[in-house]
Nanobody, 124 residues
Framework: QVQLLESGGGLVQAGGSLSLSCAGS????????MSWFRQAPGKEREFVAG????????QYADSVLGRFTITRDNTKDTVYLQMNSLQPEDTAVYYC?????????????????WGMGTQVTVSS
């Protein structure tokens, strides 16, 4: 069973930064794209950022482009999300997800495993 564990969430003031991590059990990232999604209160879960298995290609939601950076370390089965210039509208539960294939997609049906999420709260 694939296990994904997010960490690094918390409370930060607007303009601040946070770094999220998602650790998987050994080998769970092999040949799989990885992504971060988020869900704000009263809203549907949305794609934030994705990265190919090789780490050579990334994609971002327009709302976070230029502020967030997704990276991965396949030797540690870990994916990261560096979030800078955070705004109150970034407040959400952030989820890590494993893609079914090597390329991550922007919709949930492309993913077969999800973490439990980590809360990010940005105060104004």
């Amino acid at each position: 069973q694939v296990q994904l564990l997010e960490s690094g969430g918390g409370l930060v003031q607007a303009g601040g930064s946070l770094s999220l991590s998602c650790a998987g059990s050994i080998g769970t990232f092999s040949d799989h794209g990885m992504s971060w999604f988020r869900q704000a209160p009263g809203k549907e879960r949305e794609f934030v950022a994705g990265i190919r298995w090789t780490g050579t290609n990334t994609q971002y939601a327009d709302s976070v482009l230029g502020r967030f950076t997704i990276t991965r370390d396949n030797t540690k089965d870990t994916v990261y999300l560096q979030m800078n210039s955070l705004q109150p509208e970034d407040t959400a539960v952030y989820y890590c997800a494993r893609a079914r294939g090597v390329v991550p997609g922007r919709t949930e049906e492309n993913y077969d495993s999800w973490g439990m999420g980590t809360q990010v709260t940005v105060s104004s």
